[in-house]
């Protein structure tokens, strides 16, 4: 071959490597691409962590409805069977009526029975209605009421932590200590304890 040839050939070559290295630069521009490279680059490098700033237990309140039952003493009164007194009234009245029947005379024995039955009358009433008491009966009842139990539960926590220069919180379903892994900015679940 010629040495023009050569020298032809040489320079086709050069422009090409040129143009290619304009165009893997070039491909390079692109976002996507570019965080595709940058996150490739941070799996390589390992995983990254945040520092946790606070972590706040978020609580909820669990209600827990149940029956408590037990035996009762349950007093019945009942009124007396001879609410007027009319026993007492009766037997004062045949008291009196003896009574002043004896101690008057003549005419005045009508009377004295009269008034001893009216007074004895009053009086039995009075001393029935003194002794009477209600009978009172007792009875032994199964009572049942529903009775609400509150718990507190603990349902997560609110994380606060530091990535890159910025502050954000996110909630999660245990304690993570002191730091916690991030991936691409978003917390991951493991514990980085």
Known sequence: MSKLVVKTLCAAMTVAAVGLAGCGHQANADPALEAQQQQ??????????????????????????????????????????????????AIGAVAGGLLGHMVGHGKGNTLATVAGAAAGGYAGNRIENAHHQSQVTSTTEHECKTVNDTSDRIVGYDVQYVYNGVTRTTRMNHDPGN????????VSVSDAR
């Open 40 to 89: 490739q680059q941070q799996q390589a490098a390992g995983p990254q962590y945040a520092q946790v700033v606070s972590v706040t237990p978020v609580h909820s309140a669990v209600s827990n409805p149940h029956q408590v039952c037990q035996d009762v003493v349950v007093n019945h009164t009942e009124p007396p069977k001879d609410q007027h007194n009319i026993a007492g009234t």
């Open 179 to 186: 730091r916690v892994e991030v991936q691409e900015g978003v």
